[in-house]
Nanobody, 125 residues
Framework: VQLQASGGGLAQAGGSLRLSCAAS????????MAWFRQAPGKEREFVAA????????LYADSVQGRFTISRDDAKKTVDLQMNSLKPEDTAVYYC???????????????????WGQGTQVTVSS
């Protein structure tokens, strides 16, 4: 299984970036997909998740209304559109795949089996 994240980079506060994660080696449509992030010296934190068939979306309070997660099961990709970026959004962003069956997508890293390599997002003030 491989999850390849891309799209990170440098943005100014108030700007936008779009992250994409391409999956291979798994039945993509069967997995809950999520994005997490980790800033230097901090623990990995949940950002957003999308259930199978995009039936339920879940966002961290800190990104609600600014970030949008989406998936394309035919292309086996999950995207994260990030708008109104803030310096505190600076982190390495990871995509993850999980096979849990809770009603809402899980927001804890332990529920996700496969992880991408991470892509750096830096937001300048």
């Amino acid at each position: 299984v491989q999850l390849q994240a891309s799209g990170g980079g440098l943005a100014q506060a108030g700007g936008s970036l779009r992250l994409s994660c391409a999956a291979s080696g798994l039945t993509f449509s069967s997995y809950v997909m999520a994005w997490f992030r980790q800033a230097p010296g901090k623990e990995r934190e949940f950002v957003a998740a999308i259930k199978r068939s995009a039936s339920i979306l879940l966002y961290a309070d800190s990104v609600q209304g600014r970030f949008t997660i989406s998936r394309d099961d035919a292309k086996k990709t999950v995207d994260l559109q990030m708008n109104s970026l803030k310096p505190e959004d600076t982190a390495v962003y990871y995509c993850a795949a999980g096979n849990h069956f809770s009603y809402t997508p899980a927001s804890t890293p332990e529920e996700y089996t496969y992880w991408g390599q991470g892509t750096q997002v830096t937001v300048s003030s």
